[in-house]
């Protein structure tokens, strides 16, 4: 039985990963700022994870076989968790994003090598503590958080670089709703002039993988996505079959566009995950699915 710490994942594929935990017969820990309840059955630990000293007093004495962050969005959040975690862990997996590879432009899938977080030059002294900072500079502060992690190492570390995450009935984001709503509407949905496919993940299959890496041994970056780039087109054509309504596409050369559009090519590559083991569905499987569940649709729709 192992003891298993996660750092926030109240909601989401974070709560879906506790669950496998537990499913799995592991003990496990859940660390947040005590907003709302964890699942039954962890321990719950009440600390703010900005503060170095309330992180230490509600780990007191404990240690753990891995660590899942799923909450660390900058590298001062990396670089506390990093001394708080030292001689406590033997395994620290870091929630990490897509959003990583946000200044790449790739005609083919991007590797993890693209943003190598042994290069990255870290600023710990940028206003990450202001949320209109952090969530304006959200890939750029996990390559930073990432980059803590790796350039000084206090334990064996693992980023794993999430695709957009679609399916569940408790999709927080807002975003299929996004074009849901328009459709049904049937108002114009703003995309780039060149709009570019990307990579994405159904809710569950993260879930599944987060809890894969706590059994393995690698370290670094690792991209988790299925196969099969989607257009905004690909997503579109899935949430009209729930809703029906048809989809009117409104290019924009400047100003602001619907969230699954993208005017630079940065898909993922997953084949490091591959040659490590794991092998992720393909997105054609479970998109009309992913689309039902999250617009509130009883029937799978293909």
Request: charge should be negative; include cysteine; hydrophobic fraction near 35%.
């Amino acid at each position: 039985m192992r003891e298993i710490c996660v750092i926030g994942g109240n909601r989401y594929f974070g709560k879906r990963l506790t669950a496998r935990l537990l499913d799995s017969g592991d003990r496990v820990t859940v660390i947040n700022r005590g907003s709302s309840a964890p699942p039954a059955g962890v321990t719950h630990l009440v600390a703010d994870r900005d503060d170095e000293n309330s992180l230490r007093a509600a780990i007191g004495s404990r240690t753990f076989d891995v660590v899942f962050d799923q909450v660390c969005y900058t590298p001062r959040q990396a670089d506390i968790a990093r001394r708080v975690f030292a001689g406590r862990t033997g395994r620290y997996v870091m929630t990490s994003t897509v959003e990583v590879y946000e200044y790449e432009d790739s005609t083919t899938l991007v590797r993890e090598e693209a943003v190598d977080p042994l290069t990255v030059n870290v600023d710990l002294a940028a206003p990450w503590e202001d949320p209109d900072f952090r969530e304006e500079h959200y890939g750029e502060g996990k390559r930073h958080a990432e980059a803590v992690l790796a350039q000084n190492p206090a334990f064996p570390y693992v980023s794993v670089r999430v695709a957009h995450v679609l399916g569940g009935d408790d999709d927080f984001t807002g975003r299929v709703d996004h074009y849901a709503t328009r459709i049904r509407a049937g108002e114009p949905i703003a995309v780039p002039a060149e709009n570019h496919p990307a990579t994405y993940v159904h809710v569950a299959e993260i879930a599944e993988f987060l809890a894969w890496t706590a059994d393995q041994e690698f370290t670094g970056p690792v991209n988790a996505n299925a196969y099969g780039q989607l257009s905004t087109a690909d997503i579109c054509a899935a949430i009209e079959r729930v809703t029906g309504g048809k989809t009117e596409f409104l290019p924009v050369e400047v100003g602001k566009t619907s969230p699954f559009s993208f005017a630079r090519s940065y898909g993922m590559d997953n084949s490091r995950a591959a040659e490590l083991g794991y092998t992720f569905s393909r997105t054609e499987e479970w998109l009309s699915r992913a689309m039902a569940e999250t617009l509130g649709s009883g029937k799978e729709v293909r």
